[in-house]
């Protein structure tokens, strides 16, 4: 059974659904692929925009209500994607904006069009301000292009890789391809999660994105990213 730290199940709050039937068949859908936890990881911005947190709660108690009735094997926890802003560091220590099931982990988003400077900086703000934060879908950023600047973002500012599991089931162009392939090789990928939304083409796809991987990089590698994942996020 796996755990999935990225997901977008919870509706009315972003865009990961728009009703409570289409949050339903998500963990229908979860349950169906072997997840036995979710990470609920709305998207914010902190600072900027005002998250609709009393929705978010009331959706989440339904959501749980609904895993309860059927039954289903799955436990839903709290956490958030959060676009990176000047003010992400200091709201991370107030305790205003959540972190990963309410861990030192942080799942901090960039743009595509962001900067290798603008990361850097970004993470090292997140690292000094106390935090260790997890880099969500990390092969979105086409400014991260090495393994140089992986080690660094690793070894300096304490950060943790997650690749989307639909991304191991996608053909990429030669040089990334390569580059993702040393990721892996190298041990420098730790958590695979599907970021799942209701939108078709993002539906989960956690077990067949997984077999890609160990097909690909090998039983051990997968091992090592499922424990490591348990170690940091399970029960």
């Known amino acids: 059974m796996y755990i999935d730290i990225h997901c977008h199940v919870i509706w009315g709050v972003d865009d990961g659904g728009n009703t409570r039937e289409e949050t339903f068949h998500m963990l229908d859908a979860a349950a ?33 209500e609904y895993i309860a009735e059927k039954g289903l094997d ?17 709201l991370l220590r107030e305790g205003k904006v959540p972190t990963l099931v309410g861990t030192n982990h942080p799942l901090i988003e960039f743009s595509p069009t962001d900067s290798w400077e603008h990361i850097r900086n970004a993470l090292q703000k997140v690292s000094s301000a106390g935090f260790s934060p997890v880099i ?15 080690r660094l973002l690793k070894d300096s500012f304490r950060s943790l890789v997650q690749i989307n599991a639909r991304t191991l089931l996608k ?21 695979i999660a599907t970021d799942t939304h209701s939108i078709p083409g993002r539906e989960t796809c956690m077990t067949e994105g997984l077999a890609a991987l160990e097909a690909q990089y090998g039983e051990e590698c997968l091992s090592r990213i499922l424990q490591k994942t348990e170690y940091f996020f399970g029960s």
């Open 74 to 90: 799955i436990e839903l926890d709290r956490g958030a994607e959060l676009l990176y802003t000047e003010l992400t560091p200091r």
């Open 171 to 191: 053909k990429q162009p030669l040089m990334r391809r390569k580059f993702f392939n040393r990721l892996f090789e190298e041990n420098l990928v730790d958590f």
């Open 136 to 150: 969500a879908h990390m092969e979105r950023y086409p400014a991260v292009k090495s393994i140089d600047q992986v």
């Open 32 to 64: 169906a692929d072997g997840i036995s936890k979710i990470i609920a990881t709305p998207h914010m911005t902190p600072g900027v925009y005002e998250f609709p947190e009393k929705r978010f709660q009331e959706h989440m108690a339904i959501a749980r």
